[in-house]
């Protein structure tokens, strides 16, 4: 999931770290680690790593969003559950800084919360004169606060229709932590496939319905019974699902 912000002055790029990987991510001349964040039950606390690795001051700013997913979309929302500290960052060049997030709450969650961390890189003077074009970006780590049941595991339905004169995939999430999708093929009756992503696709929160435009063309053959395969959570999974014509 990538998007670009237009802005005065400047563009925003937005990084969404979303792929489970152990080592960390570099952008420009920012380095963060992890960048997925998996709080364990009755753990209050963790922390993100950022480094400098280039030569001036790297200024930002450190926000925590609710993850929720509404209307088959993603919606974040600010919210004081979980407290990054500090909120304002200077890290001096080649040197590093903790992030330290600390849950308010004690209580145990039955189903996976969800939050995004934003990390907006911020002019050291946003009105100083501009010179050619001025690049800044955001970051957005996931944050999974796990459920008290270790046995905890998506539990997914798949739904391929037709809106709009597009094919769109719905994904309904009854289970109580969240599913990441990634290397999702769907094949028709025929054996025809359609590769949908060879990466990271998306997620799917728990207890969350989740929509997709296809990026296949409009008359592609996806009638009928559609095998899917895809990795859930970095595990091979496969599934059956009929598309259906709205």
Known sequence: MTGTRARIGGLMVAIWLALPLAGPVRAA???ISPVMINLRAGQGATGITMQNMGEAPVYGQVRVFLWEQKDGDDVLTPTQDVVASPPIIQIAPKTSQIIRLVRRSEQLPVAELTYRILI?????DEN???SGVDIRLRYSVPMFVLPADERAAPSLAWTVFKK???WMLRVRNSGTQRAQIGALELSNAAGKQFEIAAGLFGYVLAGKVREW???TSGDADLNGTLA???NINSRPTSASTVAKVD
Do not use: S, T, Y
């Open 228 to 230: 899917v395969k895809a």
């Open 164 to 166: 709009d004169g597009f």
């Open 213 to 215: 435009r296809l990026p």
């Open 29 to 31: 001349n920012l380095q």
């Open 128 to 130: 100083g004169p501009a």
């Open 120 to 124: 907006d890189e911020i002019p050291k």
